[in-house]
């Protein structure tokens, strides 16, 4: 955002309502798109909620998971960001910023549908930064296909693995080193609630992780542990241009949403702070939407 955080704006203004039809090749690297999103590198003040944290950001090096490695480091947290080794470049933007906050960020590098990945993940996070305190799900895999039968089994399979099955890997292995007061945050999807035909196998696992919250949030509570989701609508990320048609990526937004256009991180970033501070004390096994007017269900 140009202006300052604090004037009043258009939130159907506030971004652009149309996007270049980029193509990029899978993952996807945000360095590599010719319309960089909003991570609110500009925009983005923190007032201390999170000082002293330890935090966890699977698909930290981009998208929704940059903008929330920079809200958390400005609340006052250090942050370890889990990525693939093919978006080391993307990777190297989000340790900038973390750093320039004056917290530790911690690169962890590797493919999640490694279940012994994920536990080193954890391990090396609370050893490198003194604990775990916020396990932020936020990585995920989908291909835009031509209904199930464009479907392959490999595919299918790899969805659920990165989407569903690496964050039953990675809480549990947290869980072991969390305490009373710690949050769980899973990234969900408005595809949870209303899936779009071209993304069957990602809508899938989305549900599940809705699902999922909802179950361990009724089990970590017992320890003083809350577990939330977020569930964005269509938000303007390095996934869009690596794993939609062209023409979908050039209108990306403006028929999904009310307001007539994408999202950036940094709209979602706030939410995530909210769930992982003492300001949500209350607010357990719940999914916020962050969907720019279209209802969840």
Request: a negative charge; glycine letters at 10%; aromatic letters at 6%.
């Amino acid at each position: 955002m140009s202006q300052d955080q604090y004037t009043l704006q258009d939130p159907t203004e506030q971004h652009p309502d149309s996007l270049p039809a980029d193509q990029l090749g899978h993952p996807g690297v945000e360095g590599e798109m010719s319309l960089a999103p909003d991570f609110g590198e500009q925009s983005y003040r923190g007032t201390g909620k999170l000082e002293g944290r330890k935090a966890i950001v699977t698909g930290g090096d981009s998208g929704i998971g940059r903008a929330v490695a920079l809200a958390f480091a400005r609340e006052g947290a250090d942050v370890a960001i889990s990525y693939l080794e093919a978006e080391q470049r993307d990777a190297e933007e989000t340790t900038r910023v973390v750093r320039e906050a004056g917290r530790t960020a911690l690169q962890v590098p590797g493919d999640l549908q490694d279940s012994g990945y994920c536990r080193t993940l954890v391990e090396q996070s609370v050893h490198e930064l003194g604990g775990v305190d916020i396990l932020v799900n936020n990585a995920a895999y989908q291909m835009a296909r031509d209904g199930l039968a464009g479907i392959s089994e490999d595919e299918l399979e790899r969805t659920f693995r990165i989407n569903i099955l690496a964050m039953f890997h990675t809480c549990k292995a947290a869980l072991e080193h969390m305490r009373p007061g710690a949050t769980i945050i899973n990234t969900a999807s408005i595809q949870a609630y209303q899936p779009d035909p071209m993304l069957l196998a990602y809508a899938a696992t989305k549900a599940a992780i809705v699902n999922f919250t909802k179950g361990l949030a009724q089990e970590a509570i017992e320890r003083g542990i809350r577990v939330n989701a977020v569930a964005p609508g269509p938000i303007w990320t390095p996934l869009i241009p690596a794993t939609m048609p062209k023409d979908k990526v050039e209108d990306f937004g403006a028929e999904e949403s009310p307001m007539k256009r994408a999202g950036q991180p940094a709209e979602l970033a706030p939410v995530y702070v909210f769930l992982a501070s003492q300001e949500s004390s209350y607010v357990t096994g719940e999914v916020i939407g962050v969907t720019g007017g279209k209802p969840l269900s």
